[in-house]
């Protein structure tokens, strides 16, 4: 049996490799549940009922570092604004993560180190409030590859003292996070679980022509 499925296997990482991270046009099209305008118009003026609920929506996928909510300076309403912490992007291996949605964004956190944070922001309007969900990605910056072997044997010509049985920590060192775009996937399920929650659910069945 593994030996059957390691073609396909090979052949979804050839695919990705020739696609790219940055494909984002044919990662949308990767998507497969419905799409909602970002940002979302919540038609509801109660600014705690929207705050909770979205605050509640948010927790199950990130970890919130800070909340600047919605305030009244004079006779405008300010701006909300909801931060998270960066967290490792969902595998293919963890579909019992609320962020492990099938696509591309998916797969390229399988083979890659990814990290994810999301920023919300809650806008007054005249109707209500709009919701814009913005998920960022970033790459792990590494100095080398974690298995590489080149160059391991060769020898050093820079006067670098070095001692018999002295122990070296050969795992690459992390040089930073490298932004690679967002994840709208992942903003539309936010989008889709917060509207299920102050509206009725829409279908995911596109309309079929007459």
Same mark, same amino acid.
């Given at each position: 049996?593994? &030996? &059957?499925?390691?073609? *396909?296997?090979?052949?979804?990482?050839?695919?990705?490799?020739?696609? =790219?991270?940055?494909?984002?046009?044919?990662? %949308?099209?990767?998507?497969?549940?419905?799409?909602?305008?970002?940002?979302?118009?919540?038609?509801?003026?109660?600014?705690? &009922?929207?705050?909770?609920?979205? !605050?509640?929506?948010?927790?199950?996928?990130?970890? /919130?570092?800070?909340?600047?909510? $919605?305030?009244?300076?004079?006779?405008? &309403?300010?701006?909300?604004?909801? %931060?998270?912490?960066?967290?490792?992007?969902?595998?293919?291996?963890?579909?019992?993560?609320?962020?492990?949605?099938? *696509?591309?964004?998916?797969?390229?956190?399988?083979?890659?180190?990814?990290?994810?944070?999301?920023?919300?922001? $809650?806008?007054?309007?005249?109707?209500?409030? %709009?919701?814009? !969900?913005?998920?960022?990605?970033?790459?792990?910056?590494?100095?080398?590859?974690?298995?590489?072997?080149?160059?391991?044997?060769?020898?050093?010509?820079?006067?670098?003292?070095?001692?018999?049985?002295?122990?070296?920590?050969?795992?690459?060192?992390?040089? =930073?996070?490298?932004? /690679?775009?967002?994840?709208?996937?992942? %903003?539309?399920?936010?989008?889709?679980?917060?509207?299920?929650?102050?509206?009725?659910?829409?279908?995911?069945?596109?309309?079929?022509?007459?």
């Amino acid at each position: 049996m593994a &030996l &059957l499925c390691l073609p *396909g296997c090979l052949t979804n990482v050839w695919q990705l490799a020739d696609q =790219g991270p940055l494909d984002i046009a044919a990662a %949308e099209d990767d998507y497969p549940g419905p799409r909602l305008e970002n940002p979302l118009l919540i038609p509801i003026r109660d600014q705690e &009922l929207v705050w909770s609920q979205l !605050v509640d929506t948010l927790d199950d996928y990130f970890r /919130i570092t800070s909340e600047k909510r $919605v305030r009244l300076v004079g006779t405008v &309403l300010q701006e909300g604004l909801i %931060e998270t912490a960066p967290q490792a992007a969902a595998t293919s291996l963890e579909p019992w993560s609320k962020d492990s949605i099938p *696509g591309f964004y998916n797969r390229h956190a399988t083979y890659q180190s990814i990290r994810q944070r999301a920023t919300i922001r $809650v806008i007054p309007v005249r109707d209500g409030f %709009e919701i814009e !969900v913005v998920v960022l990605r970033e790459l792990e910056d590494l100095d080398h590859p974690e298995f590489a072997t080149v160059g391991g044997a060769t020898l050093r010509h820079d006067g670098s003292l070095t001692r018999p049985g002295q122990e070296v920590d050969e795992r690459p060192i992390r040089l =930073g996070w490298i932004p /690679i775009g967002h994840n709208p996937a992942l %903003e539309q399920a936010i989008l889709l679980q917060l509207q299920e929650r102050l509206f009725e659910p829409i279908d995911a069945t596109p309309p079929e022509d007459p």
